[in-house]
């Protein structure tokens, strides 16, 4: 009967060993994942900002990417209806 007891400590000492492994292997996996997300997200959006230059309209100041901005008479738009306005007055 020691012996069985024995056996059934051993393997319960061998299961709660595995759980630890296979828990901080997974913790591991979980925080290098999401460690790589972060650094994915930090890779493309300044990446992106830098690619798109920014422009603000010159009716109503908003900023737009260059390439969306409407350009009237050297000056960027945020829309037809503010290219046809025209710059803000004072600006
Ligand atoms: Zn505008």
Redesign the pocket.
Known sequence: MGKLLSWVVLALLVYVAYRLVVVSKRRAERARAAAQTHRGDEATRPGQAVGERMVA?A??G?YLPATEALEADGHP???PA?RTAGPRAGA
Do not use: A, D, I, R
Request: glycine share 0%; net charge neutral.
């Open positions: 309209c009716h109503c908003v738009y945020c829309s503010h």
